[in-house]
């Protein structure tokens, strides 16, 4: 019977070294990408506003990150495979709305991913829109500061073992002139550009590449199909219709998303050399 009980005993240590084990390998297999940053990169529809229907309270507004995980499936996964190692990735997207890279740290948002990153995972970071708000005290950061929190999280996720990309802030609709459309951002897009070359940091400069797409589109048609502006009576969530410059409809959320898709595969192509 003391036989039979060890037996049983080691065979219950065992299932449970091989369950760990079996858990283990599939963490393993999986990369999570990390997107921590503002409204224009936020999830609406993944319990942004626990209790509210999206579809009746939100939509069409869509953070470019809400459609993301579209770009990292199995077979586009190696087209970035020396970004993203293992065979499936997930995005866990922290963006929130009215965030700066301050608030957005004091709020513990940065701490929730941080005490999650492991080794090799990713973190997709753009900020700028809310830190440049010089007349919202609340979520405003000087330039220093802008630098100062980007160098944190940079840092932070490298102490992990985990791979930062600096992302320059995605363009808003204004202002045009002569048919292209010009930088709203002043210096915090060079200054995202300048801590990514001080720590040697991998760079999406999503400013210019969304400013080059939506000059080859047009301000009329951008405005109308990427951004939203919307007819009254069209959208259940905005029955008098909106004029917003800044956030994407669905469209123009997936047409960012494949900006930052293809950045991610300049990259890999640049590691690759």
Known sequence: ???????????????????????ENDSKQKTIVYLIGDSTMADYANNYEPGKDYMKTRYPVTGWGQVFQRYLVKDSLQKVNQLIKTDSAFVDDRARGGRSTRTFFQEGRWRAVYENL????????????????????????PIEGYKEFLR???????????????????????????????????????????????????????????????????????AENYFMNLPAGKFEAYPEGQKD?????????????????????????????
């Open 245 to 273: 410059n800044t956030h994407f409809q669905t469209k123009g959320a997936i047409e960012v998303a494949r900006l930052v898709f293809e950045g991610m595969k300049e990259l890999n192509a640049a590691i690759k050399k």
């Open 118 to 141: 492991k080794k090799d995972d990713l973190v997709l970071m753009q900020f700028g829109h809310n830190d440049a708000a010089e007349t919202m005290t609340e979520r405003y950061v």
């Open 152 to 222: 944190l999280f940079v840092n932070q996720t490298r102490s992990k073992g985990a791979v930062p990309i600096i992302l320059t802030p995605v363009a808003r609709n204004y202002p045009w002139a002569d048919g292209k459309l010009q930088n709203v951002h002043g210096l915090y897009d060079q200054a995202a550009k300048d801590v990514a070359k001080e720590l040697n940091v991998m760079l999406i400069d999503l400013n210019r590449k969304s400013m080059d797409f939506f000059t080859q589109k047009g301000e009329t048609f951008s």
């Open 1 to 23: 019977m003391k036989i039979l009980k060890e037996l049983c005993l080691i065979l219950i240590v065992f299932l449970i070294m091989a369950f760990n084990s079996i858990g």
